[in-house]
């Protein structure tokens, strides 16, 4: 039987029982007591088990296979759940997870998997993990100690480089190397040893860092670790070749061991001794929540299709809307009673159409959001915080194109809550707080926008140490910080490299990722804002469109072109005399109901030739990014219509402020203008 026809079905199933599976442990990690969760995990084990089995999975039906049956010694209460437990399971998961990520990738799903599968086993015997790896990382250390090895700690983003590098047949090594007691110029010798490494390997960290090697911060000997195609014998022999370097000891990385001793804690899995499970008595409310049986969910006729079809239809669908557009114009020319009628009720047709269709391609938040309750633990237990994620709106449905985006901003939004916002239980008490903080991410609609909210009960911004950071990085004058407001402080920390952090960690520090969560929101046509109260938290707010496909737009006149201005961004519309233009700054302002308003001609920036001379009144359309405003002089209003957004293509990327174009209805192209670029 030819299997390939199954396979993405098989695909997209395995993904959902192992995010089942990741939810449903973390929900059986707050409430250990109640069984009926571990039912529902085993359910989706089993079920994936039999289907890998099926397909020919091996390697994924077996772990799988190891999870089961530790799940179910968990269910007939033979083993009683501990941190470390939940450890082992859920690197099990993660490795699941990446076996079928390689199914869909073309691979073939085999993996090295050999430690967590001897975890599992362990686990089932009722021994703990921990102490067979503690002791294996204790003879290595013991190794490592006698030849004077330093060890290494990796980020998860090493990790994954380690992992894959290994996946693609590289080796990974840590190399220590120890310089001559006499050797005088030292940072010029682990350059050169740099040099040597660099030619053939792919160095990934160095202990110290490369800061500290190069103002000569360390001892004699210091550590490198690297993947590469060589051996460890013609690495040592590279190395030994430069001068005053005295010993070189070259380990291979054990990634499996290694990882999961940095996952490992003091904790000790208990196995009840069966005598003893049979003839105790447990209390009537745990008995009841044994014997409840899950809540089942209503399930909906649905069908899977193909996201490249849904592409396909919205792209024949935005030629439709052309077309109606160029209809209208028709219509509206001949003055017929009949086309004009016949095109009306197209018009509605393809409206509710147009409805159908936008909602094919919306997608839950839920898609992503998934993803963030197993990193708030994780990360929680790095921080040694004590963290809980609250989600609301899962539900809420956004475009396809828009869900694919927001997922990076949002991770770096909810790290830097639980670095800089979460205070440790020590200092939530002293404050008189829950040790434990919360972070609440909320997702709703309003109008044609979906807002997301993160929402966290921490430390909240400081507005004077914001403030000091600001003008000792240069991003702003003393002058300049004297009339901010407190929102215009707070989205200081969205500037380039700017960072509150007193130390660089592997969570946060370098100043890298609010710049880059505004720029990446902004791009999708929405918006990020801040309010904050100190010791109270923060809340960061999102707004996005709910498509980008097709959007509604002005249309004005700027001499013989037209432009298209998104109405998402426009405030109002207005005509002035240009008596009312004053000068300040060397830019043209109007008094905008108590404002100042700097006025922008378009006919300028984009170089449009002129034809005809200006009248003695200007038309204005009034915009707005986040709180700033700015007045886009044009010649004439034409009106408002719904347009397709046609991207510019590579040839056209480097258009200033324009973020794509439409085909009017007369044949003719418009260019969409992007007010976010113009407002800077």
Same mark, same amino acid.
């Given at each position: 039987?030819?299997?390939?026809?199954?396979?993405?079905?098989?695909?997209?199933?395995?993904?959902?029982?192992?995010?089942?599976?990741?939810?449903?442990?973390?929900?059986?990690?707050?409430?250990?007591?109640?069984?009926?969760?571990?039912?529902?995990?085993?359910?989706?084990?089993?079920?994936?088990?039999?289907?890998?089995?099926?397909?020919?999975?091996?390697?994924?039906?077996?772990?799988?296979?190891?999870?089961?049956?530790?799940?179910?010694?968990?269910?007939?209460?033979?083993?009683?759940?501990?941190?470390?437990?939940?450890?082992?399971?859920?690197?099990?998961?993660?490795?699941?997870?990446?076996?079928?990520?390689?199914?869909?990738?073309?691979?073939?799903?085999?993996?090295?998997?050999?430690?967590?599968?001897?975890?599992?086993?362990?686990?089932?015997?009722?021994?703990?993990?921990?102490?067979?790896?503690?002791?294996?990382?204790?003879?290595?250390?013991?190794?490592?100690?006698?030849?004077?090895?330093?060890?290494?700690?990796?980020?998860?983003?090493?990790?994954?480089?380690?992992?894959?590098?290994?996946?693609?047949?590289?080796?990974?090594?840590?190399?220590?190397?120890?310089?001559?007691?006499?050797?005088?110029?030292?940072?010029?010798?682990?350059?050169?040893?740099?040099?040597?490494?660099?030619?053939?390997?792919?160095?990934?960290?160095?202990?110290?860092?490369?800061?500290?090697?190069?103002?000569?911060?360390?001892?004699?000997?210091?550590?490198?670790?690297?993947?590469?195609?060589?051996?460890?014998?013609?690495?040592?022999?590279?190395?030994?070749?430069?001068?005053?370097?005295?010993?070189?000891?070259?380990?291979?990385?054990?990634?499996?061991?290694?990882?999961?001793?940095?996952?490992?804690?003091?904790?000790?899995?208990?196995?009840?001794?069966?005598?003893?499970?049979?003839?105790?008595?447990?209390?009537?409310?745990?008995?009841?929540?044994?014997?409840?049986?899950?809540?089942?969910?209503?399930?909906?006729?649905?069908?899977?299709?193909?996201?490249?079809?849904?592409?396909?239809?919205?792209?024949?669908?935005?030629?439709?809307?052309?077309?109606?557009?160029?209809?209208?114009?028709?219509?509206?020319?001949?003055?017929?009673?009949?086309?004009?009628?016949?095109?009306?009720?197209?018009?509605?047709?393809?409206?509710?159409?147009?409805?159908?269709?936008?909602?094919?391609?919306?997608?839950?938040?839920?898609?992503?959001?998934?993803?963030?309750?197993?990193?708030?633990?994780?990360?929680?237990?790095?921080?040694?915080?004590?963290?809980?994620?609250?989600?609301?709106?899962?539900?809420?449905?956004?475009?396809?194109?828009?869900?694919?985006?927001?997922?990076?901003?949002?991770?770096?939004?909810?790290?830097?809550?639980?670095?800089?916002?979460?205070?440790?239980?020590?200092?939530?008490?002293?404050?008189?707080?829950?040790?434990?903080?919360?972070?609440?991410?909320?997702?709703?609609?309003?109008?044609?926008?979906?807002?997301?909210?993160?929402?966290?009960?921490?430390?909240?911004?400081?507005?004077?140490?914001?403030?000091?950071?600001?003008?000792?990085?240069?991003?702003?004058?003393?002058?300049?910080?004297?009339?901010?407001?407190?929102?215009?402080?707070?989205?200081?920390?969205?500037?380039?490299?700017?960072?509150?952090?007193?130390?660089?960690?592997?969570?946060?520090?370098?100043?890298?990722?609010?710049?880059?969560?505004?720029?990446?929101?902004?791009?999708?046509?929405?918006?990020?804002?801040?309010?904050?109260?100190?010791?109270?938290? =923060?809340? %960061?707010? $999102?707004?996005?469109?709910?498509? !980008?496909?097709?959007?509604? &737009?002005? #249309?004005?006149?700027?001499? /013989?072109?037209?432009?298209?201005?998104?109405?998402?961004?426009?405030?109002?519309?207005?005509?002035?005399?240009?008596?009312?233009?004053?000068?300040?700054?060397?830019?043209?302002?109007?008094?905008?109901?108590?404002?100042?308003?700097?006025?922008?001609?378009?006919?300028?920036?984009?170089?449009?030739?002129?034809?005809?001379?200006?009248?003695?009144?200007?038309?204005?359309?009034?915009?707005?990014?986040?709180?700033?405003?700015?007045?886009?002089?044009?010649?004439?209003?034409?009106?408002?219509?719904?347009?397709?957004?046609?991207?510019?293509?590579?040839?056209?990327? =480097?258009? %200033?402020? $324009?973020?794509?174009?439409?085909? !009017?209805?007369?044949?003719? &192209?418009? #260019?969409?203008?992007?007010? /976010?670029?113009?407002?800077?």
């Amino acid at each position: 039987m030819d299997m390939n026809q199954y396979l993405e079905v098989f695909i997209e199933e395995s993904k959902e029982h192992l995010q089942t599976c990741s939810e449903q442990l973390l929900v059986l990690e707050k409430n250990p007591e109640d069984l009926s969760i571990v039912n529902e995990i085993f359910r989706s084990a089993h079920t994936l088990k039999g289907m890998s089995a099926t397909m020919g999975y091996e390697d994924l039906a077996n772990l799988t296979h190891k999870m089961e049956n530790v799940l179910d010694a968990i269910r007939n209460s033979q083993i009683v759940l501990s941190p470390e437990l939940f450890d082992v399971i859920f690197l099990a998961v993660d490795d699941l997870e990446a076996m079928v990520m390689s199914i869909a990738e073309g691979g073939d799903g085999k993996r090295n998997v050999m430690g967590v599968v001897h975890q599992l086993e362990m686990i089932e015997k009722g021994e703990s993990p921990v102490s067979s790896i503690i002791a294996e990382v204790a003879a290595a250390s013991a190794v490592l100690e006698k030849e004077e090895m330093t060890v290494v700690e990796y980020d998860e983003f090493e990790w994954t480089v380690l992992q894959q590098s290994k996946d693609q047949g590289f080796s990974s090594f840590e190399i220590s190397i120890g310089l001559r007691e006499d050797c005088l110029l030292k940072a010029a010798r682990v350059f050169m040893v740099f040099e040597v490494l660099e030619k053939s390997c792919e160095v990934i960290k160095s202990h110290p860092p490369v800061e500290l090697l190069e103002e000569e911060q360390f001892d004699q000997r210091f550590t490198i670790t690297v993947v590469t195609r060589e051996t460890s014998d013609e690495i040592k022999n590279k190395i030994m070749k430069v001068s005053e370097v005295d010993q070189v000891v070259v380990i291979a990385l054990d990634l499996e061991h290694l990882r999961y001793a940095a996952h490992s804690k003091d904790y000790k899995v208990t196995e009840i001794p069966k005598q003893e499970t049979n003839n105790a008595e447990l209390p009537t409310e745990y008995d009841d929540k044994k014997k409840q049986a899950p809540v089942k969910t209503a399930s909906s006729k649905t069908i899977r299709v193909n996201i490249e079809r849904l592409d396909i239809l919205m792209n024949l669908f935005e030629e439709l809307v052309i077309d109606r557009g160029r209809l209208d114009q028709i219509s509206s020319d001949l003055d017929n009673q009949e086309l004009h009628e016949t095109v009306e009720r197209m018009s509605r047709i393809t409206s509710d159409l147009q409805t159908i269709v936008l909602n094919m391609r919306m997608v839950p938040v839920e898609t992503v959001f998934n993803r963030f309750p197993k990193m708030v633990r994780q990360l929680a237990r790095d921080l040694n915080k004590k963290v809980n994620l609250e989600i609301n709106g899962a539900e809420t449905e956004l475009d396809r194109t828009v869900i694919d985006e927001i997922g990076d901003p949002l991770v770096h939004l909810i790290r830097n809550a639980m670095d800089h916002g979460i205070e440790t239980p020590e200092e939530r008490l002293a404050k008189g707080k829950n040790e434990e903080g919360k972070i609440l991410l909320k997702a709703y609609h309003s109008g044609n926008h979906v807002f997301i909210e993160i929402e966290d009960d921490g430390a909240g911004i400081n507005k004077d140490r914001v403030l000091n950071k600001a003008l000792s990085n240069g991003i702003l004058t003393k002058e300049t910080a004297a009339t901010l407001t407190d929102k215009q402080i707070y989205e200081l920390i969205f500037a380039s490299g700017f960072s509150t952090a007193e130390t660089i960690s592997d969570v946060s520090g370098r100043g890298v990722g609010l710049d880059v969560v505004k720029n990446t929101i902004e791009s999708l046509g929405g918006s990020v804002t801040i309010d904050s109260k100190e010791n109270e938290g =923060s809340i %960061f707010l $999102i707004q996005l469109p709910l498509t !980008l496909s097709i959007i509604s &737009v002005m #249309l004005v006149a700027i001499q /013989n072109e037209k432009y298209a201005i998104p109405l998402s961004s426009i405030i109002e519309t207005a005509i002035i005399k240009k008596a009312d233009i004053m000068n300040a700054h060397n830019q043209q302002v109007i008094d905008f109901r108590g404002k100042v308003l700097p006025l922008l001609f378009l006919k300028d920036i984009f170089e449009v030739p002129i034809n005809q001379e200006e009248g003695e009144s200007l038309s204005v359309v009034i915009v707005r990014k986040g709180d700033k405003l700015a007045g886009l002089v044009v010649d004439s209003f034409i009106g408002q219509l719904e347009i397709v957004l046609k991207s510019l293509g590579n040839y056209l990327t =480097s258009a %200033f402020a $324009i973020s794509g174009a439409t085909i !009017l209805g007369d044949g003719q &192209v418009a #260019l969409i203008i992007d007010c /976010n670029t113009l407002i800077h």
